[in-house]
């Protein structure tokens, strides 16, 4: 990652070669390919990186103005900065965690009655917030800016990633700070990286974005991407699991190289494998007035006022034991290349309440590029 674009290319390139039926280096040496491959049911995931930091931005315009709406009304939806530059807050990166690592449901203070002092005990409100995150290249010096023209070449690739919210315990404590305990508790990354160059054959015009950036936020050309994603939910007692989100990667407003570009432009000083986030991608309301493109379940369900179905008789407001959620990006064109399509699928099983013993909640990822 820390060598930079010409490396990565370079790495690209010979994997590609590699791997070609073709090729006969692997093709035609079995003991070779012994020692090379790994069977994917032994295969151990781990972090792709050494994540020294880690920010999440929140950059869909549709999931701040339905957020914004929630707890500050419709004529206060977004903040007078959110169309004025990238919003982030500095999440835990000692808490971000590769695919299968269990995690505990989390406990803390909620107020669940606004008449009542607060309360202490498990999150009954548990949500996914389905996000995309790109990993930083090489990095920069303390003090010197990342200009958004060089940004491209410090944006590696890009990973699902889960960003686990507690609501009941995140609504109580944001103000006046941002997320703390209802958010510092897990952040689940896929192992696989797509590396940006992969990603180029599905980039997009960006977002109108009016009023106009300043300066250091303006560039040209096009980085949003078309990337379909999918979150679905599966109870104990379902047979299949049922598709509550169908959203896209194209519907952000703040593209990467923006949020990179302020990130650094205060001189913070970016390092190879810090993390950045995008935040919760969430879509517009269609025509129908479904709201099938909103990334969480606290959207979905409109803050608990109203139930997800799941069909059969089958209903949710927030993740339940037992629950498994998967996540998947797909992108593809109509076109042959070589390499035209790339699907990543996270799969989230919540399995037994956080006062029993063991407890947990696992993350699985896998990643297949064609």
Same mark, same amino acid.
């Not at 090729?23 to 050494?50: I, N, W, Y």
């Not at 315990?169 to 700070?177: C, G, K, N, T």
């Given at each position: 990652?820390?060598?930079?674009?010409?490396?990565?290319?370079?790495?690209?390139?010979?994997?590609?070669?590699?791997?070609?039926?073709?090729?006969?280096?692997?093709?035609?040496?079995?003991?070779?390919?012994?020692?090379?491959?790994?069977?994917?049911?032994?295969?151990?995931?781990?972090?792709?990186?050494?994540?020294?930091?880690?920010?999440?931005?929140?950059?869909?315009?549709?999931?701040?103005?339905?957020?914004?709406?929630?707890?500050?009304?419709?004529?206060?939806?977004?903040?007078?900065?959110?169309?004025?530059?990238?919003?982030?807050?500095?999440?835990?990166?000692?808490?971000?965690?590769?695919?299968?690592?269990?995690?505990?449901?989390?406990?803390?203070?909620?107020?669940?009655?606004?008449?009542?002092?607060?309360?202490?005990?498990?999150?009954?409100?548990?949500?996914?917030?389905?996000?995309?995150?790109?990993?930083?290249?090489?990095?920069?010096?303390?003090?010197?800016?990342?200009?958004?023209?060089?940004?491209?070449?410090?944006?590696?690739?890009?990973?699902?990633?889960?960003?686990?919210?507690?609501?009941?315990?995140?609504?109580?404590?944001?103000?006046?700070?941002?997320?703390?305990?209802?958010?510092?508790? !897990?952040? +689940?990354?896929?192992?696989?990286?797509?590396?940006? /160059?992969?990603?180029?054959?599905?980039? *997009?015009?960006? =977002? @109108?974005?009016?009023?106009?950036?300043?300066?250091?936020?303006?560039?040209?050309?096009?980085?949003?991407?078309?990337?379909?994603?999918?979150?679905?939910?599966?109870?104990?007692?379902?047979?299949?699991?049922?598709?509550?989100?169908?959203?896209?990667?194209?519907?952000?407003?703040?593209?990467?190289?923006?949020?990179?570009?302020?990130?650094?432009?205060?001189?913070?000083?970016?390092?190879?494998?810090?993390?950045?986030?995008?935040?919760?991608?969430?879509?517009?309301?269609?025509?129908?007035?479904?709201?099938?493109?909103?990334?969480?379940?606290?959207?979905?369900?409109?803050?608990?006022?109203?139930?997800?179905?799941?069909?059969? !008789?089958? +209903?949710?407001?927030?993740?339940?034991?037992?629950? /498994?959620?998967?996540?998947?990006?797909? *992108?593809?064109? =109509? @076109?042959?290349?070589?390499?035209?399509?790339?699907?990543?699928?996270?799969?989230?099983?919540?399995?037994?309440?956080?006062?029993?013993?063991?407890?947990?909640?696992?993350?699985?990822?896998?990643?297949?590029?064609?």
């Amino acid at each position: 990652m820390a060598l930079g674009p010409a490396a990565w290319q370079e790495a690209r390139r010979v994997l590609q070669k590699l791997l070609s039926a073709n090729e006969a280096t692997l093709r035609d040496d079995v003991s070779l390919r012994s020692r090379a491959f790994v069977h994917q049911s032994l295969a151990e995931m781990h972090l792709p990186a050494e994540i020294g930091d880690y920010t999440d931005f929140y950059s869909s315009r549709d999931h701040a103005t339905n957020v914004g709406i929630m707890f500050r009304g419709k004529e206060n939806a977004l903040m007078p900065n959110w169309l004025r530059l990238p919003v982030g807050y500095h999440g835990r990166a000692s808490s971000v965690v590769v695919s299968g690592t269990p995690l505990r449901r989390p406990q803390g203070q909620m107020r669940p009655d606004p008449t009542q002092p607060p309360v202490f005990g498990q999150c009954k409100q548990l949500d996914i917030e389905l996000e995309m995150a790109f990993l930083v290249g090489p990095g920069n010096k303390l003090g010197e800016p990342i200009p958004i023209d060089k940004a491209h070449e410090h944006i590696f690739g890009m990973v699902l990633m889960n960003d686990w919210s507690a609501r009941d315990i995140q609504a109580w404590e944001y103000v006046p700070l941002g997320p703390f305990l209802g958010k510092n508790f !897990g952040t +689940t990354i896929s192992p696989w990286v797509v590396p940006m /160059e992969a990603l180029m054959p599905f980039v *997009l015009p960006n =977002a @109108v974005q009016d009023p106009k950036p300043l300066p250091y936020l303006c560039h040209e050309d096009p980085y949003t991407f078309d990337i379909n994603l999918f979150v679905s939910v599966k109870g104990k007692a379902m047979e299949e699991a049922a598709t509550i989100s169908k959203s896209n990667f194209k519907y952000m407003y703040w593209t990467m190289k923006q949020q990179l570009a302020h990130h650094s432009v205060n001189g913070c000083n970016l390092r190879p494998g810090d993390l950045l986030a995008s935040g919760t991608i969430s879509g517009p309301l269609f025509f129908s007035q479904d709201p099938e493109s909103f990334g969480s379940m606290l959207e979905l369900s409109w803050r608990g006022t109203k139930t997800i179905d799941l069909g059969n !008789g089958e +209903t949710r407001k927030f993740l339940e034991d037992g629950d /498994e959620v998967y996540l998947t990006g797909m *992108l593809y064109k =109509a @076109v042959v290349l070589p390499v035209a399509q790339h699907v990543m699928t996270i799969t989230v099983s919540i399995l037994t309440p956080a006062q029993k013993k063991n407890e947990s909640i696992k993350f699985y990822t896998c990643c297949t590029i064609m």
